[in-house]
């Protein structure tokens, strides 16, 4: 089966950590970008961070950067997106992206079926 399977979401305290992790199996992550989106209830979805490559150097936006951290395991085929001093703002789904080129004529785009994160007093 071709998917990504996030995990490691939770309720967790405002001031608190978590750390989301994303398994790819049926693919190879090495030559794909990936993002972590997320989603708030009512809203749209958003990336949070991203980078161009398995591996290569990441981007965040500015509502997540110096709190989060993505990395990736390329022994283990997979993503992980560490979130420090979590705000009640960060509550949203969490998913994880892979977009890559599969053939000359063809980009593959994959996502998680997302993973909750609640930060809440």
């Known amino acids: 089966q071709v998917q990504l399977v996030e995990s490691g979401g939770d309720l967790v305290q405002p001031g608190g950590s978590l750390r989301l992790s994303c398994a790819a199996s049926?693919?190879?992550?090495?030559?794909?970008?990936i993002a972590w989106f997320r989603q708030a209830p009512g809203k749209a979805r958003e990336a949070v961070s991203c980078?161009?490559?398995?591996?290569?150097?990441?981007y965040y936006t500015d509502a997540v950067k110096g709190r989060f951290t993505i990395s990736s395991d390329s022994a283990k085929n997979a993503v992980y997106l560490q979130m420090n001093r979590l705000d009640p703002e960060d509550t949203a789904v969490y998913y994880c992206?892979?977009?890559?080129?599969?053939?000359?004529?063809?980009?593959?785009?994959?996502w998680g079926e997302g993973t909750q994160v609640t930060v809440s007093s």
């Open positions: 992206n892979a977009v890559g080129r599969t053939s000359e004529l063809a980009i593959t785009v994959y």
């Open positions: 980078m161009s490559s398995f591996g290569s150097s990441p």
């Open positions: 049926g693919f190879t992550l090495d030559n794909y970008a």
